[in-house]
T-cell receptor
Framework: DGGITQSPKYLFRKEGQNVTLSCEQNLNHDAMYWYRQDPGQGLRLIYYSQIVNDFQKGDIAEGYSVSREKKESFPLTVTSAQKNPTAFYLC?????????????FGDGTRLSIL | AQSVSQHNHHVILSEAASLELGCNYSYGGTVNLFWYVQYPGQHLQLLLKYFSGDPLVKGIKGFEAEFIKSKFSFNLRKPSVQWSDTAEYFCAVNGLNTGFQKLVFGTGTRLLVSP
């Protein structure tokens, strides 16, 4: 079955460490997204990529970095510069990122600071 | 900047009760509107969407939503809820100004349906 795979499901990080969250899709979608979900705040856009080798900052990109070297992969790195990284992270994709295409979501990664 | 408000954070209903979840957005231009649902233990999935045309749109599992442009609203409704509708519901808006979809989500509404 086609879909989006996020790994790991749970991730623990010590303060000051960088950590990378994986997102892989086999839907042959061009566009991919990273969101952060906090209690009572809904989903907020971190980064998005419309096509391979191109990505743009979303609304809360500070302290995060991404790469898009392959169409099916869009890893997110949470750097030590992110002051409040504990959250639930969701990856999504859509066919080409145009306005009328729905986004498909992964199961998420929950990141906690030790 | 765009924003989406969902005023009901938690809703508790008995089975067969009618449901209406409020969603208001702020954006001056043309929009696409979405409702996503997250059932317990599952990933976020599309419930229904509005792009153009008939402002009353129907989605999966008997849900519908009405776009009222003058009120900047896109409320979700279901005439008779079931226990299996227990989930978190998110309203989202995409302002049509760049050609690339960037959704702005509301804070979500947790619905609990008691059997």
């Amino acid at each position: 079955d086609g879909g989006i795979t996020q790994s790991p499901k749970y991730l623990f990080r010590k303060e000051g460490q960088n950590v990378t969250l994986s997102c892989e899709q086999n839907l042959n979608h061009d566009a991919m997204y990273w969101y952060r979900q906090d209690p009572g705040q809904g989903l907020r856009l971190i980064y998005y990529s419309q096509i391979v080798n191109d990505f743009q900052k979303g609304d809360i990109a500070e302290g995060y970095s991404v790469s898009r070297e392959k169409k099916e992969s869009f890893p997110l790195t949470v750097t030590s510069a992110q002051k409040n990284p504990t959250a639930f992270y969701l990856c999504a994709s859509s066919i080409d990122g145009t306005d009328n295409q729905p986004q498909h979501f992964g199961d998420g990664t929950r990141l906690s600071i030790l | 900047a765009q924003s989406v408000s969902q005023h009901n954070h938690h809703v508790i209903l008995s089975e067969a009760a009618s449901l209406e979840l409020g969603c208001n957005y702020s954006y001056g231009g043309t929009v696409n509107l979405f409702w996503y649902v997250q059932y317990p233990g599952q990933h976020l999935q599309l419930l229904l969407k509005y792009f153009s045309g008939d402002p009353l749109v129907k989605g999966i599992k008997g849900f519908e939503a009405e776009f009222i442009k003058s009120k900047f609203s896109f409320n979700l409704r279901k005439p008779s809820v079931q226990w299996s509708d227990t989930a978190e519901y998110f309203c989202a808006v995409n302002g049509l100004n760049t050609g690339f979809q960037k959704l702005v989500f509301g804070t979500g509404t947790r619905l609990l349906v008691s059997p």
